[in-house]
């Protein structure tokens, strides 16, 4: 979790300065649905991405 944790500050929030909650969260969102867990290996996907998987389960 620390190394995630590290990713996430690193990639999606270091230095940024949000006006509203609601744009932190949006920033949050993004980050986890459109980067971390489409680039992401998953163990329990045959070591594929979300989007590799899928893409092999349906061809």
Do not use: P
Request: aromatic share 12%; net charge positive.
């Amino acid at each position: 979790m620390a190394s995630w944790n590290h990713s996430f500050k690193v990639t999606a929030v270091h230095g940024e300065r949000f006006k509203t909650r609601s744009a932190a969260k949006h920033q949050v969102f993004e980050y986890i649905e459109a980067h971390y867990n489409r680039k992401r290996l998953h163990s329990k996907l045959d070591c594929l991405s979300q989007i590799a998987f899928e893409t092999k389960k349906v061809a």
